[in-house]
């Protein structure tokens, strides 16, 4: 079963636009990722934020979790072309076995 | 050379056929995993693999069946393949001390027709 959903499920913004998706998760957690998916290829890690940690940066992505809300959101300052892709969160319980992932945004980006 | 590598990239095959997808890393991680992935979904852990004796059911193992020949190899197999076994395979690797940041191969694209 998925752990997490991601909101919206579509995205289409133009260039230089932020782009912001959601993820809301059910159980407790211990970290939660950002994955990157080009279409049709394998998945690229962004960013990990531990369950102790509100807000993470790298680079032009901000990553924000509300452990209380059980939900998180990935925001892409002055989007590109070239971040059109599928982003998924992925969380995991602690037990270092493995991750479960949620069903994606699809950010297009239009130049 | 990427680091994780699938083989074959495509493959189309009949309901009832053995095949066996295979994932090659450079990476020296110990960590294996297998996902499929459907139209509209995240992925689905398959199994994985801490070492080469250590392998584990994952949330839809059924229908398949892996073996991790090596350090660097992991294979994953459907021993009668039917058709709602389309779908894009992933194989991912992860080292010990980073276990959550995961590193995917390419995909296999398998069609079961």
């Known amino acids: 079963s998925q752990q997490g959903e991601e909101d919206p499920q579509a995205l289409s913004i133009q260039e230089g636009e932020n782009a912001t998706m959601n993820c809301s998760y059910k159980?407790?957690?211990?970290?939660l990722q950002w994955y990157r998916q080009n279409s049709g290829r394998g998945l690229v890690h962004l960013i990990l934020?531990?369950?102790?940690?509100r807000e993470k940066h790298s680079g032009r992505l901000r990553v924000t979790l509300d452990t209380s809300k059980k939900s998180s959101s990935l925001l892409i300052t002055a989007s590109r072309a070239a971040d059109t892709a599928s982003y998924f969160c992925?969380?995991?319980?602690?037990?270092?076995?493995?991750?479960?992932f949620g069903s994606g945004t699809q950010l297009t980006v239009l130049p | 050379d990427a680091d994780v590598t699938q083989t074959p990239r495509n493959r189309i095959t009949k309901t009832g056929k053995r095949i066996m997808l295979e994932c090659s890393q450079t990476k020296g991680h110990d960590r294996m995993y297998w996902y499929r992935q459907d139209p509209g979904l995240g992925l689905r852990l398959i199994y994985y693999s801490f070492d080469v004796k250590d392998i584990n059911k994952g949330e839809i193992s059924d229908g398949y069946s892996v073996s991790r020949q090596a350090q660097a190899k992991f294979s994953l197999s459907l021993e009668s393949a039917i058709p709602n076994q389309t779908a894009l395979y992933f194989c991912?690797?992860?080292?010990?001390?980073?276990?959550?940041?995961?590193?995917f191969g390419p995909g296999t694209r398998l069609t079961v027709t």
């Open positions: 991912a690797t992860s080292d010990l001390r980073t276990p959550y940041e995961q590193y």
């Open positions: 992925a969380t995991d319980d602690g037990s270092a076995r493995q991750l479960t």
């Open positions: 934020i531990r369950s102790n940690e």
């Open positions: 159980t407790s957690i211990n970290n």
